[in-house]
C-alpha cells in the first residue's frame, strides 16, 4: 500500500480529500448514518471454532490501523473497543468493492462482512465479501510507535491518543470501575444516592476559593460549589434521611498542580447516628472495596512509595506528631511561637495567615514523608471548622484524614451539629475571609438557621478523584479525559484573542488639582469598581505556587497604563468616546472621594448633567488597539 512517505500532514489531508471525491464518484457514502456490525473483534476470536464450524458470517467494525499487500490481496487490521482481528480483502471475493481498498487510508472507519477463517500463519481473520466505509479520515493519526511526544498536545488532543493507545483508554475504564465500585458499595451499605445544588448562594463546606458567576433568570451573582454538598446533605439530616452520599463535579478556582485541578468529581457521605470512628471503619472497608474492583489488587506503587491497603490501618495524632517530628506543641504554642517555628524550619508562610492555617502548614511539611495508610486524627478545632469538639479535649475535634504516598486522600468527621458552636465557628472563618484568606469559609446563616431545627449525631466523609488518580501513579491531568488548557493560539485568533488583546488605562483628571493620596485612592477605587463589575476573564490562572508549595495570587494579565488629561471638559469627551467604541468606561467622581453614603453621592449626581459633574479619574477597558487610539494624546503619569 501507498503511505506517502515523506509527504507533509498538509500534502497528506490533499491527498485523502481527492480520494474522498473519488469515492463520492463512485457513488458511495463516506459518511453514512448506520452500520450492520453484529460482532466485536473480541467475540469473533473467543468464538472463532464455532464461527468457522457453523460457516455463519459476521459482520466487524472498526477504525483501519494497518494495510499490508498490494494488487488484488491486501490485509487490513480492524480494530474497535474491545480488540484488534485481521481481515483479508481479495478481489475475487469483493468484486466492485474491491475498487474502495485502494481508496483507503489508515484512520478510516470501515465496516467488513465474512467468513472466520485461520491463515496458514495461524492468525483468525475475515475473509471478506463485503467492505463499507464508514467514516473517512482527512487527517493521519500520529505515529503508533512513538505516540504524541509533547504532553501539552496529548491532553488538547487526548482523543488521538485514545484512538492509537490501548492502553490509555483502559485508565478511563478503570476509572469508571472506581466510582462505579463506590456507589455499589455505598448503596449495598444502606446508603441513599442524592442530588445537591451545583450553583449556590454561599459557597460552603470546604476551606477554597470558589468560582463566581451570573444567574441571567434570577439577576444575582452565584458561587459554583466548592464540596459535594456538605450543607446540603446535612440539611437532609435534619429533614430525616440517615444515610445519603452524593457523587458528582465540584470546583474549586485554585493554583494547577500535580495533584490539584479546578473542576473534578468527588464522592461525599452522611450517616446519622454514627461518629468518626463508625465512619474510619466504613472508609477503610471502602478503599480495599475499590482498590479490587477497579484494579484488581490492594498494592501499588505511587510515586517514590510503596503502598499497600491490606492489613488495619495505623492511626496517627495530629498535635503529637507535630510536637515529635518539629518540637512544637501547636495545643499550647502561641500564634507568635507558631510562626517562629515556621521560619526556624524555612517553611514560607503568609504573615497575615490565622492560626488554624499556620498549624496545617506546619503538618503538611511532616505529611510529604508519610506512605500510609493510615488515619490522621486529633486535629485542632481551629483547622476544622465543620467538626465536633472532642468530649474529652475541647481543643481538639472528632475528624480524620487518609493519609496516602505523603498526601491527603479523604477527610471525615464526627459533624458539628451545635448551632451556637457552628455560628461562633463561622463568625471566626469570616475574619479570616475580611484578612484576606479566600480559602475561608463563608458565614452561612441559612445553615445555622437548619441546625437550630436540630440535626442528629452524624458523621460525613469525602473523598476526590485524586484517589483513582494516586493509585493509577497518574498526575490529576493525566487522569481526566479532557483536562482544562488554555486555547492554542491558532484557536485563540479564531477568538479574537490576539488580535483584540485587551488592556486597561487610567486617566486621571489634572484640573482636579489631587494630592498624591487622592490620586492613589482614585486609582484604587477605580480598579475595584472594574474588577467587580466587568464580566471578562482577568486572569490567566487564579494563583502561582513557589517550589516549596506556597501559593502567590496572580496579577491580571492585561496591561495597566495610568495617565492624565488636562481637564474635566477632556475626560467627559473621552468618556463619550469610550463608550461609543464599545469600550467599558468606569468613573469616580468628587462626591464619591468626600463622602461614602452612597445616598448622598447619588442625590448630588442626580441635580447635575454630565459635563457638571466633576471626574477625578475614570478607567477605560477594552480591545488595546482602540484604548490605545483614543488614549494617545493623554501623558502618563509620571
Given amino acids: 500500500m501507498n503511505n506517502n512517505i515523506g509527504a507533509t500532514e498538509k500534502e497528506l489531508i490533499e491527498f485523502r480529500k481527492k480520494k474522498l471525491a473519488e469515492i463520492e464518484k463512485l457513488g458511495l457514502n463516506p459518511y453514512p448514518s448506520k452500520s450492520s456490525k453484529d460482532h466485536t473483534c473480541k467475540e469473533i476470536l473467543d468464538k472463532q471454532k464455532e464461527l468457522i464450524a457453523s460457516e455463519k458470517k459476521v459482520t466487524v467494525a472498526g477504525r483501519l490501523m494497518a494495510l499490508r499487500g498490494h494488487g488484488k490481496l491486501v490485509f487490513a487490521d480492524v480494530v474497535d473497543e474491545t480488540g484488534k482481528i485481521q481481515a483479508v480483502l481479495k478481489a475475487d471475493s469483493l468484486d466492485k468493492n474491491f475498487e474502495l481498498v485502494s481508496l483507503l487510508d489508515l484512520g478510516d472507519f470501515v465496516e467488513v462482512e465474512g467468513n472466520v477463517f485461520v491463515t496458514k500463519a495461524g492468525e483468525t481473520s475475515i ?51 472506581f466510582w462505579q465500585a463506590t456507589r455499589d458499595f455505598l448503596v449495598e451499605k444502606g446508603f441513599l444516592e442524592v442530588e445537591t445544588p451545583a450553583l449556590e448562594n454561599t459557597a460552603g463546606g470546604a476551606d477554597a476559593n470558589p468560582f463566581v458567576t451570573h444567574h441571567d433568570a434570577l439577576d444575582i451573582d452565584v458561587f459554583l460549589r466548592i464540596s459535594m454538598g456538605e450543607l446540603w446533605q446535612k440539611r437532609l439530616m435534619v429533614g430525616g434521611f440517615e444515610k445519603t452520599f452524593e457523587i458528582g463535579r465540584q470546583f474549586r478556582n485554585e493554583g494547577i498542580s500535580r495533584e490539584h485541578l479546578q473542576d473534578y468529581s468527588q464522592m461525599e457521605f452522611y450517616w446519622a447516628y454514627a461518629n468518626y470512628e463508625d465512619s474510619m471503619k466504613l472508609v477503610e472497608e471502602l478503599y480495599k472495596y475499590i482498590a479490587e474492583k477497579a484494579f484488581g489488587t490492594l498494592k501499588f506503587k505511587i510515586g517514590e512509595f510503596d503502598v499497600d491497603l491490606e492489613g488495619a490501618w495505623d492511626k496517627i495524632d495530629y498535635v503529637k506528631i507535630i510536637k515529635s517530628k518539629q518540637c512544637i506543641d501547636v495545643e499550647k504554642a502561641t500564634d507568635e511561637e507558631i510562626k517562629n517555628k515556621l521560619t526556624e524550619l524555612k517553611i514560607k508562610f503568609n504573615p497575615a495567615d490565622r492560626r488554624g492555617r499556620l498549624i496545617d502548614t506546619l503538618w503538611k511539611q511532616i505529611r510529604k514523608e508519610i506512605a500510609g495508610p493510615l488515619f490522621l486524627i486529633n486535629h485542632p478545632v ?31 468527621y464526627s ?19 475580611e484578612a484576606g484568606d479566600k480559602e475561608a469559609q463563608m458565614h452561612d446563616t441559612d445553615f445555622v438557621e437548619a441546625l437550630e431545627y436540630g440535626m442528629p449525631p ?46 486597561v488605562s487610567v486617566i486621571l483628571n489634572k484640573e482636579a488639582n489631587l494630592n ?11 480598579n475595584a469598581s472594574f474588577a467587580g463589575r466587568t464580566n471578562n476573564n482577568l486572569f490567566y490562572q487564579d494563583s502561582i505556587e513557589t517550589k516549596d508549595n506556597q501559593k502567590i495570587a496572580l496579577n ?83
Fill in 382 to 412: 481551629e483547622v476544622s471548622p465543620l467538626a465536633k469538639r472532642k468530649e474529652d479535649n475541647s481543643k481538639l475535634v472528632e475528624r480524620y484524614q487518609v493519609i496516602l504516598a505523603g498526601s491527603e486522600m479523604g477527610n471525615g
Fill in 556 to 638: 491580571i494579565q492585561n496591561a495597566i497604563m495610568i495617565k492624565e488629561a488636562q481637564s474635566n471638559e477632556e475626560i467627559v469627551a473621552l468618556i463619550n468616546k469610550a463608550k461609543e467604541n464599545n469600550l467599558e468606561v468606569y468613573e469616580f467622581t468628587r462626591e464619591m472621594l468626600e463622602t461614602t453614603n452612597d445616598k448622598k453621592v447619588i442625590e448630588d449626581t442626580l441635580k447635575k448633567n454630565l459635563n457638571e459633574v466633576e471626574f477625578l479619574g475614570i478607567l477605560v477597558y477594552g480591545r488595546k488597539q482602540t484604548v490605545e487610539s483614543i488614549t494617545e494624546k493623554y501623558p502618563l503619569i509620571k
Fill in 127 to 177: 475473509l471478506a465479501s463485503s467492505l463499507a466505509l464508514l467514516s473517512k479520515s482527512l487527517r493521519p493519526l500520529p505515529e503508533k510507535r512513538h505516540g504524541i511526544q509533547d504532553e501539552e498536545t496529548r491532553l488538547r488532543k487526548r482523543y488521538l491518543e485514545f484512538a492509537i493507545s490501548p492502553g490509555a483508554r483502559e485508565l478511563f475504564v478503570k476509572k469508571a470501575k
Fill in 516 to 526: 498624591s493620596w487622592q490620586k492613589l485612592n482614585t486609582v484604587a477605587h477605580l
Fill in 415 to 433: 459533624e458539628l451539629n451545635d448551632p451556637v458552636d457552628q455560628a461562633e465557628r463561622f463568625k471566626e472563618q469570616a475574619k479570616m475571609r
Fill in 458 to 503: 452524624t458523621t460525613g466523609f469525602g473523598f476526590s478523584e485524586r484517589l483513582f488518580s494516586f493509585l493509577a501513579d497518574k498526575t490529576a491531568r493525566e487522569a481526566q479525559m479532557f483536562p482544562l488548557l488554555r486555547p492554542e493560539k491558532s484557536q485563540e485568533l479564531k477568538l479574537g484573542k490576539q488580535n483584540e488583546t485587551k488592556m
